[in-house]
């Protein structure tokens, strides 16, 4: 397609109707305001000269709403039917926009016959009427006059053009703004995934806190967007920034993610083949999976978003099959991302009829092939034995790891990293000697030990000492104890199934 790079995905489908010449569009969105913004956008843009954009709405009927000081239509009659009788007689190109004209529509056959007449009129002489609503309504003898827009997300473009007009105003106001490329880059990141007007919702929080607008604000906006993109309840954004550091062990994944790092940053040069799609960790519970994918956002430098199956499979959604496409949908919109299936198994196993669950199934299967390139997938699995071999056939997921319980080196590791967490210094403990009484721990029960050896420490108000963490040892009895042929039957399933997310250690 043949288009400038700065124009925004929603201004390059306007255009597509410019081009196309269709003169009945019908915009299925509830942003308004921003409607009125790519109309006004496209018709100083795509028209030499620029055209007027009209707007009409029930309350206010028809004025013009590209700029102050442009004079008004005269507004004596309201109705629907009035407007459509002023677009057909009005000499010259315009833009109309007629918004939530689905009622209309949906009350009158006048209007639907006034609105084919209102094609052939329109036709050729770059007059352009778009229908803007939340809904889509469109009645079965206009399926061949009007165009349907989706518009969905804001893309980055539009989010940048959208900063810069929020500057002046906070300026104006005594705030700071800082919009230097590295800072718009990394506020516009955090604004993807809300529609324009929830965007100017938080940026306008986000300003009341902190007074300005630049990487202060960061912290604030990214907490907005939490909270207004789990309101969906279909996909979460994880606000986490654990580190690839932070993880104790697992080398092998760690070292294979810092490599496809540098493949996702090149995505747009390098061929399809090679862009990193996703990735599929399973392993025994409490040893990493879910710390691993965050890291994999923070290393990739993208946001974290999850998928919640037990959501899709709740039913409030629509049927599974729906929300989960519903889902995947909004994540092609808020690439680049990092999107986490956490267990992705229940795709398969918890849809009421089997039918369902192939149905499901293999959709994610094809979306995986064919879902924007800036979408990096990692799949999380517990139930090994739910995951079909298609699953993990080669090529779907650029790898499978299994996460293994950690070796001796590896839980002195997790237990350094948990001290550090905690503010004290490994360096003054002999984590070494733990080795033989944490024996086939997870991390989790690292992580358990460490906690219960400082509440000891500090219910007896000293320092934590080495003698508190032997002793919590002792307390703990793993879950590689407890459920032994589980944990084995895990390992020797994932033996030559998948990839060991650690390096393998003599003897093992
Ligand atoms: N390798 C590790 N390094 C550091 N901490 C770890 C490690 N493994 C586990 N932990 C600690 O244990 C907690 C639980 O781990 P995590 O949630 O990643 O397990 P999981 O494999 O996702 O388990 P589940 O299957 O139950 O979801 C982590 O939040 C972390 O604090
Ligand atoms: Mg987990």
Redesign the pocket.
């Known amino acids: 397609m043949n288009h400038k790079p700065e124009e925004s995905r929603a201004l390059r489908s306007l255009r597509e109707v410019f081009d196309a010449g269709r003169p009945l569009t019908y915009i299925k969105s509830a942003e308004e305001h921003r409607i009125v913004q790519l109309l006004t956008d496209a018709a100083t843009s795509f028209f030499q000269p620029a055209v007027p954009v009209f707007a009409w709405s029930l309350t206010d009927g028809l004025r013009r709403c590209d700029g102050a000081g442009k004079q008004n239509p005269p507004a004596e009659d309201l109705s629907p039917r009035a407007v459509l009788d002023y677009i057909a007689k009005y000499d010259g190109p315009g833009l109309f926009l007629l918004k939530d004209f689905h009622e209309p529509l949906r009350e009158g056959g006048e209007i639907r016959r006034r609105l084919r007449d209102l094609y052939e009129v329109c036709f050729d002489r770059r007059k352009f009427v778009f229908i803007s609503s939340p809904l889509q309504f469109i009645p079965d003898e206009l399926t061949r006059s009007i165009i349907l827009i989706e518009l969905g997300l804001p893309d980055l473009v539009e989010i940048f053009a959208f900063l810069h007009s929020e500057a002046p105003g906070i300026e104006a106001a005594g705030g700071k703004v800082d919009l230097s490329d590295k800072t718009l880059q990394q506020l516009g990141r955090a604004l993807q995934g809300l529609t324009l007007d929830e965007a100017r919702h938080a940026v306008r929080r986000a300003v009341a806190q902190t007074g300005s607008l630049g990487t202060d604000s960061l912290a604030a906006l990214l907490e907005e967007k939490r909270l207004l993109v789990n309101r969906t309840g279909l996909v979460q954004y994880v606000a986490d920034s654990t580190k690839l550091e932070q993880i104790g062990g697992l080398e092998t994944l760690k070292s294979w993610l810092t490599d496809r790092r540098r493949l996702f940053l090149m995505r747009d040069e390098v061929s399809n083949d090679i862009v990193p799609k996703g990735v599929l960790i399973m392993g025994i519970?409490g040893c990493g999976?879910?710390l691993s994918v965050k890291a994999i956002a923070s290393c990739f430098e993208l946001p974290l978003y999850r998928i919640d199956m037990t959501e899709i499979f709740s039913g409030r959604h629509g049927t599974p099959e729906y929300s989960f496409a519903a889902a995947c949908r909004m994540l092609e919109q808020i690439a680049p991302a990092v999107c986490w299936f956490?267990e992705v198994e229940m795709a398969i196993t918890s849809a009421e009829n089997a039918g369902e669950q192939g149905r499901l199934f293999a959709f994610f299967l094809t979306w995986m092939q064919e879902k924007s390139r800036g979408l990096f997938v990692a799949a999380?699995a517990n139930s090994i034995d739910l995951l079909p071999a298609e699953m993990i056939r080669k090529g779907r997921f650029d790898e499978v790891f299994f996460v293994d319980l950690p070796s001796d080196e590896e839980r002195v590791d997790v237990f350094r990293i948990h001290l550090l967490r905690r503010g004290i210094k490994p360096e003054a403990f002999n984590l070494d000697r733990l080795k033989r009484f944490t024996k086939g721990w997870t991390g989790a029960e690292v992580e358990q030990c460490v906690v219960s050896a400082m509440t000891t420490a500090k219910l007896e108000d000293r320092e934590l000492n080495d003698d508190d963490i032997l002793n919590a040892t002792a307390n703990i009895v793993p879950l590689s104890k407890t459920m032994k042929e589980q944990v084995d039957h895990i390992r020797e399933w994932a033996f030559d199934r998948a990839v060991r997310a650690s390096p393998r250690e003599a003897g093992r």
């Open positions: 519970s999976k879910s956490d999380t």
